[in-house]
């Protein structure tokens, strides 16, 4: 699970301290604009990845952590080592994380090549959903993704709302399962139901912060149904 999920649960448990992250600033969502990436930003394209079971490869697009060509020309020549490299993401079996702006998708023995989106996003984690593949074999990446500039300084970064989005193995049915000005809290498989669950923050009394006086949201995906539409429970 992406850290920032676990920083936002343990606030959330804790909800007589106030949260600083600023939610929404609503004058600026009157006037919103598309934001458009700093074109002096490195963007650099991953070497594909394969996810063990599956019929594609995947190319990362995104932004390098910790690009320093001397350092990296003089690693690679020497052999050391220079802790510096031009990797967009860390991968940890099923779970990628990085600044990542776009995906391409390529099947096995094919030269066609399919990109996940047009829009401007930043994705900071996509997750194989495996507990799926094992019971019905469907194949589905999850996705958390700021997509909108929510606090009105003209960039895609932490300080805004993350939502969750889901498409196919392919990229294909992109969509985005969480609401409208939510943040999403955390979310988790439950394998015997074939089930995702996932809770959100909505700001309530609109005051541009989250505090306790807002709601918190629950939610499921039922990977048994042909259509996924998010449903909400109450407890």
Avoid at 101 to 128: A, G, M, P, V
Wanted: a negative charge; glycine letters at 6%.
């Amino acid at each position: 699970m992406p850290k920032l999920f676990m920083i936002l649960s343990l606030i959330l448990l804790v909800a007589c301290k106030e949260k600083t992250k600023t939610a929404v600033n609503y004058d600026n969502l009157k006037s919103r604009t598309e934001v458009k990436r700093d074109s002096t930003t490195i963007i650099l394209e991953e070497l594909p990845i394969e996810i063990d079971s599956t019929d594609y490869v995947i190319y990362i697009i995104g932004e390098p952590v910790n690009l320093h060509y001397g350092k990296i020309y003089s690693g690679l020549n020497s052999g050391s080592g220079s802790g510096e490299s031009f990797s967009i993401l860390n991968s940890y079996g099923s779970d990628i994380s990085g600044n990542i702006h776009n995906l391409k998708f390529q099947k096995l023995e094919s030269d066609d090549i399919t990109q996940l989106t047009q829009r401007t996003l930043r994705i900071s984690s996509i997750s194989f959903l495996r507990d799926v593949f094992k019971v019905n074999k469907k194949q589905y990446l999850l996705y958390s993704v700021f997509d909108q500039d929510t606090n009105g300084d003209r960039k895609l970064n932490p300080e805004d709302l993350i939502s969750l989005y889901l498409s196919k193995i392919d990229g294909s049915g992109f969509k985005k399962i969480t609401p409208e000005l939510h943040e999403l809290i955390d979310w988790k498989m439950i394998k015997i139901q074939n089930r995702l669950y996932y809770r959100t923050l909505e700001d309530v009394d609109k005051n541009g912060t989250f505090d306790q006086k807002d709601k918190v949201h629950y939610f499921f995906v039922d990977f048994d149904q042909d259509e996924l539409k998010p449903r909400e429970y109450n407890l």
